[in-house]
Structure formats: structure tokens, C-alpha cells
Nanobody, 128 residues
Framework: VQLQAFGGGLVQAGGSLRLSCAASGRTIRDYPVAWFREAPGKEREFVAVNNRRGGSTCYGESVKGRFTISRDDANHIVYLQMNNLKPEDAADYYC??????????????????????WGQGTEVTVSS
């Protein structure tokens, strides 16, 4: 499976961006798809995951209430709507998916090691 993340850019603090992750080579239906981010000098951190169609969504503490993850299984795309962006949200954002289908609709896969396939990063810059 190949993932391509896009939609990053420069935005002022308080603004919004929507990132997209397009999958090819395999369906994403019934598979968790997540977003992680990596800022310069920091470890890659969990942002959000959509477990599967009709399943749960989970968010990192720092983005709760501001970011929303959604999916369009018919078109194999997962979105990350980012509102009220802060300078500390600036990072390269990566999407990832697991090799295994999600069986538990309530599962929350938030660890890097749980993901087998990664897209390239898309850069988000937030000016203060």
C-alpha cells in the first residue's frame, strides 16, 4: 500500500488547514489510518487515528478539540482538519496505516510501532 500526504502549507496562528492522505494499492476500509507529526529536534508524536469505517477516533492530548480526523473510504482518502492552529503545531505531518484490519471498533492505535505503512511528510508552518 502507498500513502501520499498533502495539503500542508503556511498559515497564521488561529488559522486552519486540511491535510489529506490518499491511499493506493489497497483499500483502507476496515484499516486504521493515523496521523503523526514530527517537529525539528523532537520525536514523532501521535496526532489522531480513525480506527475504521464506523469505528472510533482518538486524538493526542495537544490537539483534542481543535483537530478532526475523517475518512472517505470510497475514494481511499483520510483527512485531518486542523483548526485554531498554534505555532507549536508546526511540524512535518505523516499519515500511516496498519497491515492488519481493525477488529475492535473501539481500539485506539497510537503507537508508532503499530503502523507498517507510512506516507511522506507534508510540512505545516504556523506563523505567530
Amino acid at each position: 500500500v502507498q500513502l501520499q500526504a498533502f495539503g500542508g502549507g503556511l498559515v497564521q496562528a488561529g488559522g486552519s488547514l486540511r491535510l489529506s492522505c490518499a491511499a493506493s494499492g489497497r483499500t483502507i476500509r476496515d484499516y486504521p489510518v493515523a496521523w503523526f507529526r514530527e517537529a525539528p529536534g523532537k520525536e514523532r508524536e501521535f496526532v489522531a487515528v480513525n480506527n475504521r469505517r464506523g469505528g472510533s477516533t482518538c486524538y493526542g492530548e495537544s490537539v483534542k478539540g481543535r483537530f478532526t480526523i475523517s475518512r472517505d473510504d470510497a475514494n481511499h482518502i483520510v483527512y485531518l482538519q486542523m483548526n485554531n492552529l498554534k505555532p507549536e503545531d508546526a511540524a512535518d505531518y505523516y499519515c500511516a496505516t496498519r497491515a492488519s484490519r481493525s477488529v475492535l471498533t473501539s481500539a485506539c492505535y497510537s503507537n508508532l510501532g503499530q503502523y507498517a505503512y507510512w506516507g511522506q511528510g507534508t510540512e505545516v508552518t504556523v506563523s505567530s
